[in-house]
């Protein structure tokens, strides 16, 4: 159940409206990092979640996104408000202007319709959440960006708060994520190929014509993995025999 309040989470005021600004700041409101994306994202994997604590995580942080989303909207409005009347304004972005009538719609700064395939939805929590964590980081840079790109305080301090909220829901996810007790390479069910699984295929081998040379980096050997050079020129130095047995053993079980 929803229930609007009246009152944003965060007062937004600001100075001067700058149009090409709130141009900007729809990227926020109907783009791919933006806050409509994350609520509709986390809601939907809440709904299919069947840990009643984690669907709570999910549920609780999708619906704060969409106060994030009428903040978002609330500020790019009030930017976007002289294209209503004046035909300078209205030049920064012609589509809301025309279409909108000077207030946001769901498109992103390129005037891109929003979709729903801006959305991870797979249905295994330990990748939704990785998925989750992700978005949160992406939201924060494009925050970070849009900060930069305005001198108005009160506009600035609205991303910055924000922005924090983003970091808030990454830690969050990041709790949640460890609280699964599954090990970072534990995904879904199945175990990965034995020998294969810890081969580092080198693919980037030779000089170019600018003097650039081949760098494996160092961590790969280090860290366990077998460095196999050159596999397209060498295919008989990858692992490929591992699933072999596995599917011996299936039809013998199955005579």
Same mark, same amino acid.
């Given at each position: 159940?929803?229930? $609007?309040?009246?009152?944003?989470?965060?007062?937004?005021?600001?100075?001067?409206?700058?149009?090409?600004?709130?141009?900007?700041?729809?990227?926020?409101?109907?783009?791919?990092?933006?806050?409509?994306?994350?609520?509709?994202?986390?809601?939907?994997?809440?709904?299919?979640?069947?840990?009643?604590?984690?669907?709570?995580?999910?549920?609780?942080?999708? *619906?704060?996104?969409?106060?994030?989303?009428?903040?978002?909207?609330?500020?790019?409005?009030? $930017?976007?408000?002289?294209?209503? *009347?004046?035909?300078?304004?209205?030049?920064?972005?012609?589509?809301?202007?025309?279409?909108?009538?000077?207030?946001?719609?769901?498109?992103?700064?390129?005037?891109?319709?929003?979709?729903?395939?801006?959305?991870?939805?797979?249905?295994?929590?330990?990748?939704?959440?990785?998925?989750?964590?992700?978005?949160?980081?992406?939201?924060?840079?494009?925050?970070?960006?849009?900060?930069?790109?305005?001198?108005?305080?009160?506009?600035?301090?609205? @991303?910055?708060?924000?922005?924090?909220?983003?970091? *808030?829901?990454?830690?969050?996810?990041?709790?949640? @994520?460890?609280?699964?007790?599954?090990?970072?390479?534990?995904?879904?069910?199945?175990?990965?190929?034995?020998?294969?699984?810890?081969?580092?295929?080198?693919?980037? *081998?030779?000089?170019?014509?600018?003097?650039?040379?081949?760098?494996?980096?160092?961590?790969?050997?280090?860290?366990?993995?077998?460095?196999?050079?050159?596999?397209?020129? $060498?295919?008989?130095?990858?692992?490929?025999?591992?699933?072999?047995?596995?599917?011996?053993?299936?039809?013998?079980?199955?005579?």
């Amino acid at each position: 159940m929803y229930h $609007h309040v009246k009152q944003l989470m965060y007062t937004v005021k600001i100075g001067d409206p700058d149009p090409r600004f709130g141009n900007m700041l729809l990227e926020q409101f109907g783009g791919a990092n933006g806050e409509l994306a994350a609520a509709m994202q986390y809601s939907v994997q809440g709904l299919n979640c069947d840990d009643p604590e984690l669907k709570d995580v999910l549920m609780d942080i999708g *619906t704060e996104e969409l106060s994030h989303l009428e903040i978002i909207g609330t500020l790019a409005r009030m $930017h976007l408000k002289p294209t209503k *009347t004046s035909r300078k304004a209205a030049e920064a972005d012609p589509l809301v202007a025309i279409a909108g009538g000077g207030g946001v719609n769901l498109y992103n700064s390129q005037g891109s319709a929003w979709t729903a395939d801006y959305l991870k939805v797979s249905g295994q929590p330990e990748v939704d959440l990785r998925s989750n964590i992700a978005a949160e980081a992406r939201a924060k840079i494009v925050y970070e960006r849009l900060i930069g790109f305005t001198d108005d305080q009160g506009t600035k301090d609205a @991303l910055q708060f924000l922005m924090t909220r983003e970091i *808030t829901h990454m830690k969050a996810f990041m709790q949640a @994520l460890d609280n699964l007790g599954k090990g970072p390479l534990e995904i879904g069910a199945l175990p990965p190929t034995p020998g294969l699984v810890d081969q580092f295929f080198n693919d980037s *081998t030779g000089e170019d014509q600018y003097g650039a040379a081949d760098k494996t980096p160092a961590w790969a050997v280090a860290n366990g993995f077998k460095l196999v050079d050159s596999p397209a020129f $060498h295919p008989q130095e990858m692992e490929l025999d591992g699933p072999a047995p596995a599917r011996k053993a299936k039809r013998a079980g199955a005579r």
